[in-house]
C-alpha cells in the first residue's frame, strides 16, 4: 500500500475546514450535529473520518460539499478548497466547482444511482455538465474506460441500477466520482450496506484508483481495521466534533483523547475487523450539549475543568493533535496522562 | 423493447377481457335479480306513476317473446354475451326501434373528446404545479399561491360545474350554458364548427380540471418530497448538475411513476364523474343519455352505456398496463 508521501503539515492543505458547523432544526431545538470541526487534507492524501454512528460525519460531508438539505443548515465556519471558501461562493460557482474539484462517493450507493437512467447516462451527464456537449463516440470510449479502471465489464455501460449488485453499484459511484479527475474524493462509506466481503473489494478498488490518479480523499467509516490499512491520518469524531487527528500508526499505537481510546480498545487487532462497538452511543442530548467537554459524561478521566471548559484541539505529538484538557500545558490539576 | 414476453401481454390481455366478462355478467345478472324480470318490472313501475297501463299483460307477454325473456337463464346469456361480442345491445325502449348501438355511436366520440382533454389536462397542470411546489427554485409567491387553487378539490364535481355555468355561462355569459355546440350548426370540419365545439367544451372541461388537478398536485407534491430525500437526488447536486436538469431528470421522472400508477387506477371514477359533469352541461355525451335511459327506463341504453364506459376504462387501463415498462425500467417482464 502506497501512503502517500505528502503529509507534511507545512505544505498548505487541498482541503482545510474550519470550525465547521451544521445544525438540524428539531421542534425541541436545533440538533448540534456537526458543531465546530476542523479538518486539513494534503495534496494526495487518505484521512479516515471515524466516529460511531450519529456523530456526524455524513454531516460534516455534507457541509463540506454545501449539500446540506433542510431541516439542516451551515451555521458557520468556512470550506476552503484551492484556497477558496465554499461558503463565499454563489450557488452557481459551487456548483461549477463540484465534482470537477471535490467529488463524492455516497453513503448508500445501494440507492445513488438513479433508477430511471441507465449508468452510461448517468456518467454521461456529469461530464457534459461540466464540460459541454461532446462527441457520442469519444464519450463512449471515456466512460468505457472510467467502466474498465474500476474493474467493470462493459456490458454494464448499457444496464439500469437495478440490474447491478451492491458491489457493482459503489464501483459505478467510483467511476462516476473520477470521471472529471477531482482533486478531492469524499467517499461516505456505506458499512451497513454491503456484505464485508463486498465491502473490502470496493474499498481494494478506491485505494487502487487513488493510487493511479492521486487524488486526496477523505473517507469516512465505522471499520477501524479497515480504515488503518487504507489511510494516512485519522480524524477522530465524537458528537459533531473531532476529539482527535493522527497519523494511523500514531492514533493506534498512542491514542489520546479518552474516547480515541476507548475506540482503539474496541479493535482487538490491526488485522481482524470490526464495526465500532455503537452499543453505548452519544450519551448527552445532541440538542443541548453540556458545557465544557462533550465526552464528559462518558469519560473515565473527568475532572473540574471538563465541566466548564470546552477543550481545544492540540498539538500532543508528531502530526497528532487531542481536544481534552489532560493535554493541556502545565495545568492546575490535569498533568500529562499515560 | 424487448421488455415484453407473450406471457405478460397475455397475462395483461387475459385480466382486461376478464374484466369485461365480469363487468357484462353483473350488467346482465342485475336486471334479472330484481323481483319479476325487466319488463314487467317496467311495466308496473310505468304503470305505478302513469296510472294504468292497458293490456298490460299483453304488452308484457309481448315485449318478453321479443326479447327472449322466455328462454332459459343460460340460453339467454350465451345470447347476450354474443350480441356484446358483435357491439349489438338491443333496441332503445324509448326511442324504439333505433338500436341502442347507434345512440351510443353518437355520444361515445363527445365523450372521450371531452374526457381525453380535460383529464390529461389535469394530469400534467397537477403534477407541474405539484412539481414546481417543492422545486427549491420556485419563487415563495408562486408556492403560496397554489395551495389556494386546491379548494376546487374539496368539492364535488357536481358543484363546480354548477358554479362554473353560473358564473361565466349565466351572469358574464362568456360561454354557452349547455350543449356541445350550437343548435342547428351543421357537424363539419370547419373552423367555425371547431372553435364552437371548443367553446361549448370550455366550461365541463374545465370542472373536470378543477375538481382533479388537486388531486395530481398533493400527489405529485407528495412524491417530490419523498424523491427529494433520496440519495441519488443528493448525488445528482454533488454532480454540480444543473438545478432544471436535476428537476426534470432526476426528480420529476422519478416522482411522476406512482403518479401513471394512480392515474390508471383512479380512471374510473374519472369517467363516472365526468359522465355526472356532462350531464349538468346538457352535454350530448355519454351522461346525458345514461340519464335520459334512467328516467326513461330505457334498459337496453344503461346496459350498452354502462358496457362501452367499462371497455373503455378497462382499454385505457390496458394500455398504461402495456406501455408502463417502457417509462419504469425496473419493471420488466421478459422473465415473466
Ligand atoms: N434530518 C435530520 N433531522 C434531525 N437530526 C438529524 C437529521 N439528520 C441527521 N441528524 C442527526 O445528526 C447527527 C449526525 O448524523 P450523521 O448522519 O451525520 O451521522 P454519521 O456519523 O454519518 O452516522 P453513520 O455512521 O450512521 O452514517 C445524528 O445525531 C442524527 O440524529
Ligand atoms: S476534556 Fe476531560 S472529559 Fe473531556 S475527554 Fe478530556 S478528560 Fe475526558
Ligand atoms: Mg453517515
Known amino acids: ?338 | 423493447m424487448g421488455r415484453y414476453s407473450i406471457g405478460f401481454i397475455a397475462q395483461r390481455l387475459g385480466i382486461f377481457l376478464l374484466t369485461i366478462w365480469i363487468a357484462a355478467s353483473v350488467i346482465w345478472l342485475i336486471p334479472r335479480l330484481a323481483p319479476g324480470d325487466p319488463i314487467s318490472a317496467m311495466i308496473m313501475r310505468m304503470s305505478s306513476s302513469g296510472g294504468r297501463v292497458e293490456n298490460a299483460d299483453k304488452i308484457i307477454a309481448g315485449w318478453k317473446e321479443r326479447f327472449g325473456l322466455n328462454d332459459p337463464l343460460p340460453v339467454q346469456y350465451v345470447r347476450y354475451m354474443g350480441n356484446l361480442l358483435r357491439f349489438d345491445f338491443g333496441y332503445s325502449l324509448a326511442h324504439f326501434p333505433t338500436p341502442v348501438a347507434d345512440i351510443i355511436g353518437l355520444a361515445l366520440p363527445w365523450t372521450l373528446g371531452l374526457l381525453l382533454v380535460a383529464v390529461t389536462l389535469a394530469f400534467f397542470i397537477g403534477n407541474f404545479l405539484g412539481a414546481i411546489m417543492v422545486w427549491g427554485k420556485t419563487p415563495g409567491l408562486i408556492r403560496a399561491v397554489i395551495p389556494m387553487f386546491m379548494i376546487f378539490t374539496s368539492i364535488p364535481s357536481i358543484l363546480a360545474a354548477i358554479f362554473l355555468i353560473y358564473v361565466f355561462a349565466f351572469l358574464l355569459e362568456w360561454f354557452p350554458l349547455a350543449g356541445s355546440y350550437p343548435l342547428g350548426m351543421k357537424v363539419e370540419l370547419s373552423w367555425r364548427f371547431i372553435s364552437a365545439v371548443i367553446w361549448h367544451a370550455t366550461l365541463p372541461a374545465l370542472s373536470v380540471v378543477l375538481v382533479n388537478f388537486g388531486y395530481w398536485t398533493l400527489g405529485m407534491r407528495g412524491m417530490m418530497i419523498t424523491v427529494e430525500g433520496e440519495d441519488y437526488i443528493q448525488l445528482a447536486r454533488a454532480k454540480g448538475l444543473k438545478p432544471f436538469y436535476v428537476l426534470y431528470r432526476y426528480l420529476v421522472r422519478n416522482a411522476i411513476l406512482p403518479q401513471i400508477t394512480a392515474f390508471a387506477i383512479t380512471l374510473g371514477s374519472l369517467v363516472s364523474g365526468q359522465v355526472l359533469v356532462e350531464y349538468i352541461f346538457g352535454y350530448q355525451g355519454m351522461g346525458n343519455i345514461i340519464f335520459a335511459a334512467i328516467t326513461s327506463q330505457d334498459f337496453p341504453v344503461i346496459q350498452g352505456a354502462s358496457f362501452m364506459l367499462i371497455v373503455i376504462t378497462a382499454l385505457a387501463v390496458l394500455i398504461m398496463d402495456l406501455t408502463y415498462p417502457l417509462i419504469d425500467p425496473r419493471i420488466s417482464y421478459e422473465r415473466n
Request: with cysteine.
Open chain 1, 1 to 338: 500500500m502506497s501512503h502517500s508521501t505528502s503529509m507534511t503539515e507545512a505544505n498548505a492543505p487541498v482541503l482545510r475546514v474550519r470550525d465547521l458547523r451544521v445544525y438540524y432544526e428539531t421542534p425541541k431545538g436545533d440538533v448540534l450535529a456537526v458543531d465546530g470541526v476542523d479538518l486539513d487534507l494534503f495534496e494526495g492524501e487518505a484521512l479516515g473520518l471515524v466516529g460511531e454512528s450519529g456523530c456526524g460525519k455524513s454531516t460534516a460531508a455534507m457541509g463540506i460539499l454545501q449539500l446540506v438539505n433542510p431541516p439542516g443548515r451551515i451555521v458557520g465556519g468556512s470550506v476552503e478548497l484551492g484556497g477558496r471558501d465554499l461558503l463565499k461562493l454563489s450557488e452557481e460557482e459551487v456548483r461549477q466547482i463540484r465534482w470537477t474539484r471535490l467529488a463524492l462517493i455516497p453513503q448508500g450507493a445501494m440507492n445513488s444511482l438513479n433508477p430511471t437512467m441507465r449508468v452510461a447516462s448517468q456518467i454521461e451527464d456529469v461530464i457534459v455538465a461540466h464540460e459541454g456537449a461532446q462527441r457520442k463516440e469519444a464519450l463512449r470510449l471515456r466512460i468505457l474506460e472510467l467502466l474498465r479502471r474500476v474493474g467493470l465489464p462493459e456490458r454494464v455501460y448499457d444496464l439500469y441500477p437495478h440490474e447491478l449488485s451492491g458491489g457493482m453499484k459503489q464501483r459505478v459511484c467510483i467511476a462516476m466520482a473520477i470521471a472529471l479527475n477531482p482533486r478531492v474524493i469524499i467517499a461516505d462509506e456505506s458499512t451497513s450496506a454491503l456484505d464485508v466481503v463486498v465491502q473490502r473489494v470496493v474499498a481494494q478498488t478506491i485505494q487502487r484508483v487513488r493510487h493511479d490518479l492521486g487524488m486526496a480523499m477523505i473517507m469516512i467509516g465505522h471499520d477501524m481495521g479497515l480504515m488503518a490499512q487504507m489511510v494516512d491520518r485519522i480524524a477522530v469524531m465524537y458528537a459533531g466534533k473531532v476529539v482527535e487527528v493522527a497519523p494511523v500508526r500514531a492514533l493506534f499505537a498512542t491514542p489520546r483523547h479518552p474516547y480515541a481510546q476507548l475506540l482503539i480498545d474496541s479493535v482487538p487487532t490491526l488485522r481482524e475487523r470490526k464495526p465500532l462497538r455503537s452499543s453505548e452511543g452519544i450519551t448527552h442530548d445532541p440538542r443541548n450539549p453540556p458545557p465544557g467537554c462533550i465526552f464528559q459524561l462518558r469519560c473515565p478521566h473527568v475532572m473540574d475543568v471538563c465541566r466548564s471548559a470546552a477543550p481545544q484541539l492540540k498539538r500532543v505529538g508528531p502530526g497528532q493533535w487531542a481536544a481534552c484538557h489532560l493535554y493541556a500545558e502545565p495545568a492546575e490539576e490535569g498533568g500529562r496522562h499515560e
